[in-house]
Antibody, heavy 118, light 108 residues
Framework: EVQLLESGGGLVQPGWSLRLSCAAS????????MNWVRQAPGKGLEWVST????????YYADSVKGRFTISRDNSKNTLSLQLNSLRVEDAAVYYC???????????WGQGMLVTVSS | SYVLTQPPSVSVAPGETARVTCGGD??????VNWYQQKPGQAPVLVIY???DRPSGIPERFSGSNSGNTATLTISRVEAEDEADYYC???????????FGTGTKVTVL
């Protein structure tokens, strides 16, 4: 059974940093792209970042490029997202999601709330 | 940037058919995926590659894609289908994923 378990969320002030982690199990982690998707309160889904199975290729949304860094540790089946220079508008539930055929996201974590407020 | 436009809401009576559209420039040339999200829950993939269903998704869910519009069709709608639905594509020209604006399906 595929499981994705996020951790690391919380309340931070604008300009601060935070690191989110996603522990994966139930599939061959290194064989799949992994993704982060966020959802601000009461809003729609917003793609944040994608990383290839090897970790050698990364993609970012314009809204986070230069501030967020996606990475993975295939030896530990762990996906991470480093969030720097956080802004109020970065407040959201952050989901990690497993990549699938057709660039779909076939399994999602339960989500981790990040609150950015002074 | 590539924009996917969905109607904010669709209402349907139980047993009837709901159609949720997703408009985008030449979206027919892209692979469209659809997600269902119920309040307080993570999204669930219901259609991928325009019209394929993951295992465990009822046959009542189907998809099509042509021209500038992709469509998610829910046949014989049940109360449990009430949820928000999002379309999603990979924009190859800019190497990024894009979600639609989302549609709230209400079962009357």
């Amino acid at each position: 059974e595929v499981q994705l378990l996020e951790s690391g969320g919380g309340l931070v002030q604008p300009g601060w940093s935070l690191r989110l982690s996603c522990a994966a199990s139930g599939f061959t982690f290194s064989s799949y792209t992994m993704n982060w998707v966020r959802q601000a309160p009461g809003k729609g889904l917003e793609w944040v970042s994608t990383i290839s199975g090897s970790g050698g290729t990364t993609y970012y949304a314009d809204s986070v490029k230069g501030r967020f860094t996606i990475s993975r540790d295939n030896s530990k089946n762990t996906l991470s997202l480093q969030l720097n220079s956080l802004r109020v508008e970065d407040a959201a539930v952050y989901y990690c999601a497993k990549g699938a055929t057709g660039k779909a996201f076939d399994y999602w974590g339960q989500g981790m709330l990040v609150t950015v407020s002074s | 940037s590539y924009v996917l436009t969905q109607p904010p809401s669709v209402s349907v009576a139980p047993g009837e058919t709901a159609r949720v559209t997703c408009g985008g420039d030449n979206i027919g040339s892209k692979s469209v995926n659809w997600y269902q999200q119920k309040p307080g829950q993570a999204p669930v993939l219901v259609i991928y590659y325009d019209s394929d269903r993951p295992s465990g998704i009822p046959e009542r869910f189907s998809g099509s894609n042509s021209g500038n519009t992709a469509t998610l069709t829910i046949s014989r709608v049940e109360a449990e289908d009430e949820a928000d639905y999002y379309c999603q594509v990979w924009d190859n020209s800019r190497d990024r994923s894009v979600f639609g604006t989302g549609t709230k399906v209400t079962v009357l």
